[in-house]
């Protein structure tokens, strides 16, 4: 499945959690009029699935692979079971839900308060973190639909950034020239969900766990399957 | 003079949902507490040394930026407890509580409160539960900020107050209003206005008052119904 693979719709019922390893996934809030607006980004630092150890079957917004890549994803039941168990793994969770929703919130206040550009450049700092590479797969038609603005808005945007040479667009990639330069243009909210994400996760991310279900139990990492179908 | 909190009513709805041995457990752990307008329950990354279950009342949670940069990022009242972070894992909170109408709340320290949530699996049900609830939310109120129009968030916003202060009449004043819906004062004086020229709400001297509940509902976003029916 290519870039705009729908993972869940909104309202679907979800059968596993997924963990992605070297995708990542876009959380899009529909709006009743079918306007959308990305909430969170989840990519290998993450998980898709939260509501499934919230106490819930169906997922709130519409998770699409923003870039291709695979997943290990794990059963509902076997995730509820392994949750219920406590320990790290249970931890480990609370933590990330700790973090989405201060990724959340960030967006709810960066929406209401920052420029377009500076949203556009929160956006592509968070993504750059989750990419091998100085480079990303997107239209502005994508971005736009992210960020919940016109495209030409994006277009804009993106044209001033090119000017100061801190990203490259062309034919459909943006290539991240000058990370610093984009730090400097962007508002304060990527520092705050980054230092978040530290302040709850970097510790466990730093000793570098060689399995990322390697502390859960050895007959449902039996059943945890690498998912390739992002690909 | 410590209030015997024993010997007072408990509206909680977490709490009251509780089965009878856990409660009969944390009640003599229970302080009550009154919330006074204006009054901050807990301050971004400072250690949260009580858990408050409100029973009556308005907690408003808010994003911050910088400095004196507050924007409500969505309401707690006795559905609920805050902040959340002891129980996702980390002693503070990247968010603001402050109580936007008066009323009780029962609150326990921290370290009872985590001896709790390991003694109660009901306990950490409804806490999660309520966790998934405020990020639905958080994410209707991020597209809300990106989407709707001041008035129709005003609407909102006095619907969802007042539904949970039980009362069509409550006290606020525009800079919190302003604060509340992150826009200029300007701006709220005159959606405010205009709702009352329609003779929808009344405003005088930092009461509001409304007059003509269908015609507020028919005012607001679409958010609004959401929320209320995820409630």
């Keep these: ?231 | 003079m410590p209030f015997d909190a024993r010997s007072d009513l408990l509206a909680n709805k977490i709490l009251t949902a509780l089965p009878a041995a856990d409660l009969e457990r944390i009640r003599p752990k229970l302080e009550r507490f009154e919330m006074t307008f204006g009054a901050i329950l807990n301050t971004p990354n400072q250690i949260a040394e009580h858990i408050y279950f409100p029973d009556s009342g308005i907690i408003s949670l808010l994003g911050t930026l910088g400095e004196g940069s507050n924007l409500e990022i969505s309401i707690v009242s006795s559905e609920g407890a805050i902040p959340l972070c002891p129980f996702l894992g980390t002693p503070s909170s990247p968010v603001r509580s402050l109580v936007q109408g008066d009323g009780i709340a029962h609150r326990i320290k921290t370290a009872d409160f985590l001896d709790e949530c390991r003694a109660s699996p009901e306990l950490t049900r409804m806490l999660l539960h309520f966790t998934r609830s405020l990020m639905l939310q958080i994410s209707q109120c991020a597209v809300c900020f990106r989407f709707h129009k001041i008035e129709e968030r005003l609407a909102r916003w006095l619907l969802m107050s007042a539904d949970r202060m039980e009362s069509n009449e409550f006290l606020t004043t525009q800079k919190t209003l302003s604060h509340m819906l992150g826009v200029r004062r300007e701006g709220v004086t005159k959606a405010a206005s205009h709702l009352q020229k329609l003779e929808i709400i009344k405003y005088s001297r930092g009461r509001i008052q409304i007059l003509d509940r269908p015609q507020l509902e028919a005012a607001s976003c679409a958010c609004y119904a959401i929320l209320a029916k995820q409630m």
């Design chain 1, 1 to 231: 499945m290519p870039l705009g693979t729908v993972l869940y719709e909104s309202g679907d019922k979800m059968s596993h959690v997924y963990f992605p390893t070297t995708a990542i996934i876009s959380l899009l809030y529909i709006m009743e009029n079918g306007g959308t607006a990305e909430i969170g980004i989840a990519g290998n630092n993450g998980l898709i699935g939260m509501a499934l150890y919230m106490g819930g079957e169906t997922t709130s917004s519409r998770a699409i692979v923003q870039r291709g890549g695979d997943a290990v994803r794990m059963k509902a039941a076997d995730l509820r079971a392994e949750f219920a168990r406590g320990g790290l793994f249970q931890d480990l969770l609370l933590r990330y839900t700790q973090s989405l929703m201060t990724q959340i919130s960030q967006t709810a206040v960066c929406n209401r308060l920052h420029t377009i550009q500076q949203q556009l450049c929160r956006w592509l700092l968070i993504n750059h973190d989750q990419l091998p590479a100085d480079k990303l797969v997107m239209t502005h038609d994508l971005i736009a639909n992210m960020l919940g603005v016109r495209r030409e808005g994006v277009s804009q945007a993106a044209g001033r950034l090119q000017e100061l040479g801190v990203i490259k667009y062309s034919r459909g990639t943006i290539y991240i020239v000058d990370r610093k330069g984009i730090e400097s243009v962007a508002c304060e909210c990527y520092q705050v969900v980054s230092n978040e994400y530290d302040r709850l996760l970097g510790e466990y991310m730093r000793k570098n766990l060689p399995d990322p279900i390697a502390h859960i139990s050895a007959s449902v990492r039996q059943r945890t399957v690498k998912e390739k179908a992002f690909t």
